[in-house]
């Protein structure tokens, strides 16, 4: 069965400052895709990255990237230069087996507080 | 451009009472979804369609009920209301290629007593 495990419920970041968030994942398809979401307090779901099983680089959008490591089944979110509209929850998903499918699983998330 | 809409925003049912979340989306995606996020739990995949006509189960399927009769509107009916079904629901939509994200809606949040 697929599985995404995110194990910081909270975390605390200064301004400017870089902060990773962890995102493990469990899957025996040979092909997968990862997503990170950010949630914000007004609750609207905004996608931030994408990172496909083959590709072959880690994944980069603007002060997002991520820091993917296959061996590990990890996909770990970086956010550079932290700003104070950060503060947000943070969701790892995973859809496997091919495209023609909708389930995406999601981890329980992580709580990111940014501090002036 | 719009994107996803749903409606309503907020409801209160009373438990047995039935009634249909509205999900639009004007991207001409052909996949939509439903998700129920709970607290401490994620979101939830509730049902899915990859098109018109065709339909199926996600992770979460009892008590709901869905139908894509045009591939603008998904709606998920509810068909004899729990407190257990008390949550927010997104509906969601994206293009049928590979790295394509989820485009959600704002959400409703349900509560059910």
């Known amino acids: 069965a697929q599985k995404i495990t995110q194990t910081q419920p909270g975390m605390f970041v200064q301004e400017k400052e870089a902060v990773t968030l962890d995102c493990t994942y469990d899957?025996?398809?040979?092909?997968?895709?990862l997503f990170w979401y950010k949630q914000p307090s007004s609750g609207e779901m905004i996608f931030l990255i994408y990172?496909?099983?083959?590709?072959?680089q880690n994944a980069t959008e603007g002060r997002y990237s991520l820091n993917f490591q296959k061996a590990r089944k990890s996909a770990n979110l970086v956010i550079s230069a932290s700003q104070l509209g950060d503060s947000a929850m943070y969701f790892c998903?995973?859809?496997?087996?091919?495209?023609?499918?909708?389930?995406?699983?999601f981890g329980t998330g992580t709580r990111l507080q940014v501090f002036p | 451009n719009a994107g996803v809409t749903q409606t309503p925003k907020f409801q209160v049912l009373k438990t047995g009472q039935s009634m249909t979340l509205q999900c639009a989306q004007d991207?001409?995606?052909?996949?939509m979804s439903w998700y129920r996020q709970d607290p401490g739990m994620g979101l939830r995949l509730i049902h899915y369609?990859?098109?018109?006509?065709?339909?199926d189960q996600g992770e979460v399927p009892n008590g709901y009920n869905v139908s894509r009769s045009t591939t603008e509107d998904f709606p998920l009916r509810l068909l004899s209301a729990a407190p257990s079904q008390t949550s927010v629901y997104f509906c969601?939509?994206?293009?049928?290629?590979?790295?394509?994200?989820?485009?959600f809606g704002n959400g409703t949040r349900l509560t059910v007593t």
């Open positions: 969601a939509s994206r293009r049928q290629i590979e790295r394509s994200p989820l485009h």
């Open positions: 990172q496909g099983s083959y590709d072959q």
């Open positions: 369609s990859v098109g018109a006509g065709i339909t």
């Open positions: 899957t025996s398809d040979p092909s997968y895709g």
């Open positions: 991207m001409n995606h052909e996949y």
């Open positions: 998903a995973m859809r496997g087996d091919s495209y023609n499918t909708d389930k995406l699983i």
